[in-house]
């Protein structure tokens, strides 16, 4: 008689650290032996619950017995617990199995084609079924007692790892250089630096050749990144009740960081990359029917003839204009209609560049002052701590041990608020450089940026000039659309460069011409262009 061995562990630590499937596999062939079979084959489930019908090596052995129809096989399991762990999905793979013609055998449990043998087995396997509920429960509890302590206890996404403490267990830390590149990539998010997720794909693969790391990183992945809160050393996890704290492990960000990129990506007001942008379709998703007001998909159309036609169109159900084109090339054509309106004169853009480095350089100086202010206070905490600590080691009188006690702990927790404010990093002059040209190279000339047909650099000139949206009508176009307010602000400094002399000069000096800048202007830019030109 022929037999074919089936073995299966729930686990991965099984298949890495244990011997599950190895003895399983012995057992089975020394019952083979005894009973004179011969074993065909061996299909083993490795990590794979018991609780599911669909296994990869359980299907194959399925196919198996199809494939060798007119053969008559015994197929042998260490216990019915390695078969199914739930009553229902034991009695759906029986079916499967005996209908084929098998037989099936196990050291641990003898099959009889009996009323009474059919109700122990059903018993045996609801058992079976309570075990794996009844644990599931137990790891549940033990993991969610876990988390409220502070510790994840599911698997670390990219940038953390997990090391062993002798008293915590697993604690997980920053895995570099993948954390740095990480921490990097969501603050140039934050300040605008970077400004799709798109850019944030490309600089991270761009650190990663850099850094000899041979893996890559999707959109998708990216997304999950920008909204990792276990990057800031907090967790949460709603789905248990577990709301936000501090966890036990060390992050690479502050929370404010991953609070601010939060509040970016939920703001409704800017577009947003489409998982399936199109280079084909560059505004799919950010023009918007003059209807319904909802944006608008693109695709081609094939004609009776086979040829191919582009067009962008509203889908929404019940839109009155659903399913009626524009054609690509009238929308595009309008839409580029509007960015050579938009470039600036070189005169702006020379005044521009004088002013925003001025700009620029009291920011720095600002940063400065903020990061020395900083550390002198956390210097003189760090002081008044030791000589608290002090006085409660020297003091022989108890009575004041709990006051300087109670005095330590406000101290601590000054020093604890002051560690979690967040101030702003310098940037070196050749960062703001090469940020700046890049900036006002897309602004003086964003046709030729947008005719380069790169999906990058076309979503950078729109995001850049444009704050909401557009609404293309089918008469009208655009109409008149409205730059947004980043944009501006830079072509306002040729309007105050006019409105400011008063001198015989035609010639202000960078100084003069921010002085004369209103301050309503300056904060502004800080606002929105800082991030964009210091990164």
């Not at 793979?93 to 003898?110: C, D, I, M, Q």
């Not at 009889?112 to 043998?117: A, F, R, V």
């Not at 396997?125 to 509920?133: N, V």
């Amino acid at each position: 008689m022929k037999a074919l061995i089936y073995c299966r562990v729930s686990s991965e630590r099984q298949v890495t650290e244990g011997s599950g499937l190895t003895s399983q596999e012995q057992r089975c062939r020394q019952y083979a032996e005894n009973k004179q079979y011969n074993v065909s084959k061996v299909f083993a489930d490795e990590g794979v619950s018991g609780g599911l019908f669909d296994r990869p090596a359980m299907l194959q052995l399925i196919d198996y017995l199809d494939t060798h129809a007119y053969e008559q096989f015994v197929i042998i399991f260490d216990d019915l617990a390695r078969f199914a762990r739930d009553l229902q999905v034991h009695l759906k793979l029986k079916t499967e199995l005996v209908s084929r013609g098998a037989t099936l055998e196990s050291p641990n449990f003898k099959f009889e084609d009996s009323p009474e043998g059919e109700f122990i087995e059903n018993v045996l396997a609801s058992k079976a079924q309570l075990d794996r509920h009844q644990n599931k429960r137990q790891v549940i509890q033990k993991m969610k007692a876990r988390a409220e302590s502070g510790f994840w206890p599911f698997c670390l996404p990219p940038g953390l790892k997990n090391h062993r403490d002798p008293l915590r267990g697993k604690v997980s830390s920053p895995d570099e250089p993948i954390a740095s590149i990480f921490k990097s990539a969501i603050e140039g998010y934050r300040d605008r630096i970077l400004l799709t997720q798109l850019d944030v794909v490309d600089y991270i693969q761009e650190q990663y050749k850099l850094k000899g790391i041979s893996r890559a990183i999707s959109l998708h992945g990216v997304q999950r990144l920008l909204t990792e809160i276990l990057y800031t050393g907090y967790i949460e996890y709603p789905h248990w009740g577990i709301t936000r704290r501090k966890g036990a492990h060390q992050g690479f960000i502050t929370i404010e960081t991953h609070d601010e990129v939060l509040k970016i990506l939920n703001d409704r007001t800017k577009p947003k990359v489409r998982r399936d942008t199109n280079p084909e379709f560059p505004l799919r998703g950010l023009i918007l029917c003059q209807d319904c007001k909802k944006p608008m998909t693109a695709s081609f159309n094939t004609s009776r003839n086979g040829q191919r036609y582009p067009n962008y169109f509203c889908k929404t159900n019940g839109c009155p204009l659903q399913n009626k084109i524009i054609h690509r090339k009238d929308l595009e054509d309008k839409f580029v209609a509007i960015l050579h309106t938009a470039k600036l004169d070189k005169s702006t853009k020379n005044l521009a560049i004088e002013v925003l480095t001025d700009v620029w350089s009291q920011q720095q100086a600002q940063m400065i002052d903020a990061q020395t202010a900083h550390e002198r206070v956390k210097r003189e905490l760090l002081g008044e701590i030791d000589s608290v600590t002090t006085r409660i080691k020297k003091t022989k009188n108890e009575s004041l041990v709990p006051v300087y006690e109670e005095e330590l702990i406000k101290l601590q927790k000054q020093k604890e608020d002051l560690n979690t404010q967040h101030i702003p990093s310098n940037f070196t002059q050749e960062q703001f450089g090469t940020a700046t040209r890049k900036v006002i190279d897309t602004l003086e000339n964003p046709v030729g940026m947008w005719q380069t047909e790169d999906l990058n650099d076309r979503l950078t000139v729109f995001f850049m000039h444009f704050d909401q949206k557009l609404v293309y009508d089918r008469e009208l176009g655009f109409g008149t659309a409205t730059l947004g307010q980043s944009v501006s602000i830079i072509r306002s400094l040729g309007s105050e460069k006019i409105s400011s002399v008063e001198t015989e000069s035609n010639e202000l000096s960078s100084r003069t011409i921010s002085l004369n800048i209103s301050t309503g202007v300056v904060n502004q830019y800080c606002h929105l262009f800082c991030g964009r030109l210091t990164g």
